[in-house]
């Protein structure tokens, strides 16, 4: 209880530098950032955009462009695109990297060349994704190896591009590739920051791997894997690049594989602020719901409150 | 024995893997020695003759400055990656270790923005930098990276879990300024967070095409991505995916490097402990 | 494993000095134009007087296609005026950035110092109308100052694209790109009996004959085009209308409807390779182990990108049609099916690229502006040699039929035909007063939409509306008809 007190008056003494710290983030966001979304929030009420070099509008238009994109556009479909492939990629992705990070950080097997592996995983992700792409054309292209391969084993050729799921399918594979290194990589930085006596405690209190792993390193990576799931989450909705490049800004066979973002961006080519900022608002407000919902049923309530942390500290301290 | 197996298993997941990614630098490192025709007209896994032919005509192309290229795309994406981290910290720190009013307003309006896509101020943003007389300069691709959102999460996530508050206390029981505990205690504590997100920014600011395009107009500030785009946009007399993949290729060159050079810190990192009470 | 990575840290860096090193060397030997205009060169005196034509000449374009013919024809021959700095902009087409760019600065064009404002730029034929159809762009003759006498010997359809609403041309360009069709002479004498062009020309001489060949080279195993974009634009460019109508609405013209009905045909009976333009398998198509009747290309593709897929084994470097002969001979005789395509017109009268000049508004060297149109796109000589030495077809109708009348200029890949006869004849018959502002989100659009339909993943009312939903997002003011 003293203890307790005491800490309060400490942090209410310290309470300026808090906001000292603050400023360099706010005073750059509201610089380079803020205004753009700011007018990118007020035209969602307006008709405005260009037609070739002529300004349309601004018109006021009330809620015209939110009406316009909830009940005439194929916003739902492009949803459910967008979901669809971020689910086939991140499965594997966020399966296969906590097996990689709980491998490189096992001193139980011990693996050697843990180094080369790490680099490799990762490699894919410095390629430009426009590159990638490219590369991707070619493997999977009607005449490419990947269908010479099919064709060799005895199979039909199948024409990736030009089908709803080959297109659907190389997206996921393309997002999986360029992201699982970097997963590997959070969650291995999670895990190598426990204190490595409670993995030697529990070795020498017998238990098995997936005791350890479920009862030692889930617990302790949960803000690492909280923060691996929303950013992959958020990355998800965000999804963009790697589909507009694949499917050259089409979205594929029927726009089965048009994302949100891809919707947005369609859009950005007439520079229509209008519906953009409208469709922004929207995918703002969705995203914002699904990330805290995440957010606060994984996390304490009160992420701030002095008391956290003495759960790992108690850990520390018992050694 | 059991420990064998799996050991066995785990090494053949892992060259699995491995051959995947593997497999797309090779693929680019044949396709850069191989003509346009012969790319043009479906892939082959033979090495073609043309890379020294392609190197040159990559290296030679009077307005295409490649060296220029590299120089200016190092500089952007180092810069990026120094600030994003440092300052990400810095705000982790403030929200992490300091009770304040606004506080959990704070922290709230970051996570907020976090979940805005990039592409909705992209034009704005632009626009703006025009305003303020920034276009045609690299400063617009690196100073904003100062507020980094998900960058800021994860100095944060990392933060709870490896930052004890005690720590910062018994520093200042020492008798530390504020600014000397960041700089001398947490900024140790937090390199192997600092040297993952430093790879993270570095690596997508040197892949970033879409602001740098509207954002570079003279030859001489044109990042790498920017003239991997001309390239191929080039005019059917001098279209050549060879040169684009050669240019692919000389573009990940010093990336690699210096994901090698940053993973020595991730490796190394915790592992020494320093979390030490 | 620290010992690997600095290894292959190490050996990287290596490779990459090394080859900085070994390839700045031949550079250096390489023939190079003049920094600077040769000191002997009169600067005009006028503007040192008047004191009004800016310093800095700035060209703005997505690639260096036109800086190259400029720094050769242009600077090379010293007639950029002393003291003049020419700066070029280039802003790659990749999404749509060209485009965002040159309008960003077209509107600011106003307040830009005069030093920054942009002078010359470029466009291509598909959005030139958005560009051309407005005050940012300048009468070539009113504004400019080009006189009717200096653009009479231009093929009048690239005059066409850049005609405003109100009638002024606003824009003028280097090239002339009229499309033929290039066919297989081994296939053509399997499936017609005879190789001759007239011959040929005479059995696909309107759609209907075309259709009927089709199946008679598929009853034979071969198919007639690559893919389902092939014969697009022959379709697309004898429209009796523009895409949209004066109410903004978008029409679909009878021709673009046939150009669905007939690939539809082809695809379902097997009469096509399913591909699109620069697939992979539309390349090696083209190719020796090709099986398709013929492509339609225009002037630049059949010497160049045509002729490069048709080879085996690529030309080496350095050797061209217009290099060493002997060296060029040697390289192509017996590679691949270099001497089996054949160009004949085909059933429509067709062009396929090309780029145009536009004098921006506020510009501040009016007259070098017009000196550039002028020498780089009404010179009879110098678009002369620009042939002579790329190959290209250029915008000279007497230039280009004198060297139709050349027997010399025949090519070696087409067996020895004269293609610039070819194109002469097929330039004079294009007519493009139907072109819109809105044609390159209209073809972009509609042939994504359908390929949909060709591949049988959609029906054809679900691609026409997929159609309508991309065209208006691209342009807002356009409605669907009712």
Known sequence: MNMEKRKKIKSISYAKWGYIFLIPFFAMYVLTYFIPLISTIYYSFFENYMSGLKQIGPNFVALENYKSILFDSDLPKYAYNTMYIWILGFIPQITISMLLAIWFTSIRLNLKFTGFFKTVIYMPNLIMAAAFAMLFWALFSDIGPINNLLVLLGFEPYRFLSEINGNRGLIALMNFLMWFGNTTILLMAGIMGIDSSIFEAAQIDGASSWQTFWHVTLPSIKPILVYVLLTSLIGGIQMFDVPQILTDGNGGPDRTSMTMIMFLNKHLYSKNYGMAGALSVILFIVTAILSFTIYNNLTEKDVYSKHRGHKMKGGKNEK | MKNKINKILCYFVLIVLSLMCVFSFCLLIINSTRAHSQIQKGFSFALGSFFGTNLKNVLSNGELP??????????????????????????????????????????????????????????????????????DSLIPLFLPSVAS??????????????????????ARMDGAGEFRIFNQIVIPVMKPAIAVQAIFTFVAAWNNYFIPSLIIRSAEKKTLPILVAQLRS???LKFDMGQVYMLV????????????????????????????? | MKKFKRFVAITLIFVMTLSLIACSSPTTEEPKQPEEPAEETPAPEVDEAEGKEGKVLNIWGWNDEFQGLFNNYFAGKGLVPEGVEVKFTIVPNRDNAYQNALDEALLNQENAPDDEKIDLFLVEADYALKYVDTDYTLDIIKDVGLTPDDISGQYKYTQEIVTDSKGAIKGTSWQATPGLFAYRRSIAKDVLGTDDPDAVQEALSTWEKFNEVAEKAHAKGYKMLSGFDDSYRTFSNNVSAPWVDENNTIIIDDNIVKWIEQTKEFTDKGYNNKTSLWDDQWAADQGPAGKVFGFFYSTWGINFTLLG??????????????????????????????????????????????????????????????EIM?????????????????????????????????????SAFLGGQNHIKLFVGSAKGIDMSNISPYDQGMNEGIQTAFRDYFNGTVDYDTALNNFYTAVIEKYPELKRPE
């Not at chain 2, 981290?85 to 922290?107: D, G, N």
């Not at chain 3, 678009?383 to 200029?409: G, P, S, V, Y």
Request: with cysteine; aromatic share 12%.
């Open chain 2, 66 to 135: 490649v060296v220029k290229g590299i120089i200016n795309s190092l500089t952007v994406s180092s810069l990026s990656a120094a600030l994003a981290a440092y300052f990400s910290v810095l705000t982790a720190f403030a929200i992490h270790s300091y009770e304040f009013r606004f506080k959990r307003a704070a922290f709230t309006f970051i996570m907020m923005i976090m979940m805005i896509p990039s592409q909705v101020t992209a034009l704005g943003f632009v626009r703006w930098m025009a305003k303020l007389g920034l276009m």
């Open chain 2, 149 to 170: 959102p998900i960058v800021f999460y994860f100095m944060l996530s990392y933060m709870q879990s490896n930052l004890p508050k005690a720590v910062i206390e018994a």
């Open chain 2, 234 to 236: 080039a005019d059917y």
């Open chain 2, 249 to 277: 290729f000389l573009a990940i060159i010093p990336i690699i490097i210096v994901y090698i050079l940053l993973s020595k810190y991730i490796v190394r990192g915790v592992a020494v402990g320093s979390v030490k009470e």
């Open chain 3, 309 to 370: 897929n048709a080879l085996e084994t690529p030309l080496p470097e350095g050797v061209s049609a217009t290099g060493d002969p002997e060296a060029y001979r040697a390289a192509t005789e017996g590679n691949g099916i270099f001497g089996d395509y054949a160009v004949c017109y085909g059933p429509q009268n067709y062009y396929w690229g090309g780029s145009w000049l536009c004098a921006a508004a506020g510009s501040d060297n009016i007259e070098l502006v017009r």
């Open chain 3, 374 to 410: 002028r020498v780089m796109t009404c010179d009879k000589e110098t678009l002369t040699t620009i042939t002579k030495d790329t190959q290209d077809f250029t915008n000279n109708i007497e230039a280009m039929e004198a060297l139709a009348a050349d027997d010399t200029f025949a």
